[in-house]
């Protein structure tokens, strides 16, 4: 067992988790944070257990949660201004870039990151900026269109 401190979406979670226990579990487990999900069963590919890491998007089942300890996570209930959805949040949901919503959240924390290093996208670009997040409902192009329509939104 191992005590970590790992601030989560501005607050301080001191918890004692077992050594090989992973960061998507002490997110969702521990912390209660129930919008990051798993969909591949920790295998790294599906995306829906993506978070930020001190403001870069990781996949939270290739980490154990000892490696967070001191570091600074974003997970998709921190996004929000309270109320205020983010511009990307208002996108999705003006442009139906969800159905049934379970690869959302992972999807928003690497778009969340996408726009910021890269603010003026092409199509391809996000295309490929989603290579790692499986969504098995919209076919992917309204999830272009909502990140297209939040990068015009920020000019
Ligand atoms: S649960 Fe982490 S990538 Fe699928
Ligand atoms: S909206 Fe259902 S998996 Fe993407």
Known sequence: MKTISVTINGEAYVETVPVRMLLVDFIREKCGLTGTHVSCTYEGVCGA???????????????????????????????????????????????????????????????????????????DEIRRGLVGNLCRCTGYVHIVDAVRAAANSAT
């Open 49 to 123: 257990c993506t978070v930020q890491l001190n403001g870069e998007a990781i996949k939270s089942c290739m980490m154990l949660a000892a490696q967070a300890d001191g570091h600074r996570v974003t997970t998709v209930e921190g996004l929000a201004n309270g109320e205020e959805l983010t511009p990307l949040q208002k996108a999705f949901k003006a442009h139906h870039g969800l159905q049934c919503g379970f690869c959302t959240p992972g999807i928003l924390m690497n778009m969340t990151e996408f726009l910021q290093k890269n603010p003026r996208p092409t199509d």
